[in-house]
Structure formats: structure tokens, C-alpha cells
């Protein structure tokens, strides 16, 4: 069995004592900057989770949820909805908390490690940076890392739903068709990069790399990657882009360099967050039922909570192709 770390283990890796380590991952007053970054990495790096004031505190319940989030984004934003519409009649409270600006990956486990046994009863981890975790509330993570599934999840059928938005191309009549992927790190990302290459197998139309660019979900970053693949000579007829956010950033790309959305260039996205549908071009894009998986997680988390066990430790949600305005038959085709 693995041994617990302790904080006296943080303690002799920052080179402090015991009692500066819990000022540090605690957040109170008389420590300096430095310190604390160096308490908190060593933390970070240890997979220490503080305990010190849980112990005395489990006897009663906070009432309070926490959701953690890298960045509230629209898809965040819409699972926080579920979560909330979920806990609505429980009398808890939702908590939605996020770290991101911390240095480094697995923010998440230095979060749990100051809110665990004072604020919160459980989390909802959503996106989450971090492989394993361990913690002394329960624990629910919201589209999961892609290393091993310890945690109990929720996610939507991402390769199904891609699939779904590359055949839709297809059926079209497209044969060039780019992807801009999503966060490597997310099962999610995998799932629709492997349901993209499926699909393209099953029109008998060969992969080409030069084809595909990486978003990691993030609007900016999948603008670079747009404007690399359609500045090509060869560029794609249509993009199916991994997210919804970067959907628009493509389209935005598009129209930049003069073409036009979508005679010249067809694009669909992932999730039909509410900006794809008020777009003053509405999105074609797979919906995936962001709210239920909040929802989801919520109730998983209150069976937890309760000592109970719960019927499925790994839910996935089907997904639905929605075709607006953004794709159409490639021009030689009309």
C-alpha cells in the first residue's frame, strides 16, 4: 500500500516547518510570497492533500459543493447551470471556484487542498489537468483526463457526435475536410480526433495530416491553426472544428482572408453553446447536453456524499447533430 503523504513530508521538501505549511496551503497571513509558492509546489508535486482542519471538521456537513473549473467559458458556464438546477431542492449551495492562474498543471489538487473539510462536502473537477487525485470530500470529474479513470466520470459521446459532424460534411459532397482538435490532454479531445479519422476511413477519403491543426479548445489558439490551414494553397472545403469556440474563431479567420462561410468554406463545431445559435451566422454544430452532464455530476456526487454506491461510475450522454447555417455543398458540387 502507498503511504499516505503527510504534511510533515511537505514540511522537509520546502525546507519549513509544519506550522508554515498549514498557514501556506490555507491561505491566513504571515508568510512570505516566496514561501508559499515553494509550500504550494512542493504540495503540488507530494499529491499532498490537507487534512488539518478536516479531522475536526467532518462532523458537520458545510452544506456547499465545490466546482472547479479551468476558466468559465461558455461550456463551464452551461455544466455550472446543471450543477445548480440539480442541487436547486438539496439545500446545498454550489461553489464555483477557479485556479487556472496558478502556475503549472494540477491546480486542481492545491484548490482541493484549501477548500477540503472547511468549505466544501464534494467537487465536480470539470476539464480537469490532473490524472489521479485523492481527497478527503468525494470527488466527480466532468469530460476526464485521458490517464487512468479513477475518478467517477460524466462525459458525452464525443466520438459518436463526430462522426456524426463529419459525415454531415460528407454528405455534402466535401473530400478536403480539416479538424482543429482540442486539449490533448482530455479523453474528449481523443475521442472526437478518433471519430473524425473514422469517419473519413468510411467515405474512403485518406487522412492528410496537413489537414488537421490543434485549437486545444481555446479560440486564439485555434485562430493560429485556421489561418496556417487556410492559407494553403490547398486548403480544406470544410472544418470541423472540436469545440464551438473555435468554430467561430475559423469562421472569423475565414472572412478575414476573404472567403466566404459557407460557399467557400463550411465549418461545424461541438457543444452548441448559446453563442452558436445567436452567431449573426448561426453554427452548424453537435450538441452536447452540457447542462445534464453538470446535472449528473451533481446527483453522483450527493450519492457519494450519502454513503451510497452508485449504479454507474462512468456515464456517457449521446450527442445530436444540429446543421444551421455554416454548412453547405462545396461549390463544384452546386
Do not use: C
Not at 520546502?14 to 509550500?39: D, F, L, M, P, Q
Not at 475536526?56 to 465545490?66: E, H, K, N, W, Y
Not at 479548445?217 to 470544410?238: F, K
Not at 465549418?267 to 453537435?286: N, Y
Amino acid at each position: 500500500m502507498v503511504r499516505r503523504v503527510t504534511i510533515h513530508d511537505v514540511a522537509a521538501a520546502a525546507g519549513v516547518s509544519v506550522a508554515t505549511v498549514s498557514k501556506a496551503v490555507n491561505g491566513r497571513y504571515g508568510v512570505a510570497e516566496e514561501t508559499v509558492a515553494r509550500v504550494l509546489s512542493a504540495v503540488d508535486e507530494l499529491g499532498y492533500e490537507s487534512s488539518l482542519v478536516a479531522s475536526s471538521m467532518r462532523s458537520r456537513r458545510t452544506g456547499v459543493i465545490g466546482v472547479l473549473v479551468a476558466d468559465f467559458e461558455p461550456f463551464s458556464a452551461e455544466v455550472l447551470k446543471g450543477v445548480g438546477s440539480a442541487l436547486a431542492d438539496s439545500g446545498h449551495d454550489v461553489l464555483a471556484y477557479s485556479g487556472s492562474h496558478q502556475e503549472g498543471t494540477g491546480w486542481e489538487r492545491r484548490s482541493l487542498s484549501r477548500l477540503s473539510g472547511t468549505l466544501i462536502d464534494g467537487a465536480i473537477m470539470v476539464t480537469p489537468t490532473i490524472v489521479n487525485v485523492t481527497s478527503d470530500v468525494p470527488i466527480v470529474a466532468v469530460d476526464p483526463h485521458t490517464g487512468r479513470a479513477d475518478l467517477p466520470t460524466v462525459e458525452s459521446d464525443s466520438f459518436t457526435g463526430a462522426q456524426q459532424a463529419v459525415r454531415h460534411l460528407v454528405e455534402l459532397g466535401h473530400r478536403r475536410i480539416g479538424f482543429i482538435a482540442g486539449r490533448p490532454d482530455l479523453r474528449s479531445s481523443a475521442a472526437r480526433d478518433a471519430g473524425y479519422r473514422v469517419a473519413l476511413s468510411e467515405a474512403g477519403i485518406p487522412f492528410d495530416p496537413n489537414l488537421v491543426g490543434v485549437g486545444r479548445y481555446h479560440g486564439d489558439i485555434a485562430r493560429e491553426a485556421a489561418v496556417q490551414m487556410l492559407s494553403s494553397p490547398h486548403r480544406p472545403t470544410a472544418i470541423f472544428a472540436a469545440n464551438d469556440l473555435s468554430a467561430l474563431s475559423i469562421i472569423d479567420v475565414a472572412h478575414e482572408l476573404g472567403l466566404s462561410v459557407p460557399e467557400d468554406l463550411s465549418v461545424i463545431g461541438f457543444d452548441d453553446v448559446p453563442e452558436a445559435a445567436r452567431a449573426a451566422l448561426p453554427l452548424s454544430t453537435v450538441r452536447q447536453p452540457m447542462q445534464r452532464l453538470g446535472a449528473a455530476a451533481a446527483t453522483m456526487v450527493l450519492a457519494l456524499m450519502n454513503g451510497e454506491e452508485l449504479d454507474a461510475t462512468h456515464v456517457r450522454l449521446a450527442t445530436r447533430l444540429v446543421p444551421r447555417a455554416t454548412t453547405a455543398p462545396p461549390r463544384a458540387e452546386r
